[in-house]
């Protein structure tokens, strides 16, 4: 098996993608049909986009910090 080494900016730098990523595609997908269906507001909206981040983020810092990452700010 190989060692994978990631530098803390590194790591930073992969959350910030993942959030760009996230917010740029809100737009175009299951959020807008929920937003349409339920008649949401680019608020709710944008708090919603946010929630579904938050759990993509948790799930990846607590599978680092499973691999001994310090992912603490």
């Given at each position: 098996m190989r060692a994978i080494i990631i530098e803390e900016d590194r790591f930073a730098e992969v959350l910030a993608a993942m959030k760009a990523r996230a917010k740029a595609q809100h737009e175009?997908?299951?959020?807008?049909?929920l937003q349409e269906r339920y008649?949401?507001?680019p608020q709710e909206t944008e708090m919603l986009a946010d929630e579904v981040f938050?759990?993509?983020n948790?799930?990846?810092v607590?599978?680092?910090q499973s691999h001994g990452?310090?992912?603490v700010r």
């Open positions: 175009n997908s299951f959020l807008r049909v008649k949401l507001t938050r759990s993509i948790y799930e990846f607590r599978w680092a990452a310090s992912c």
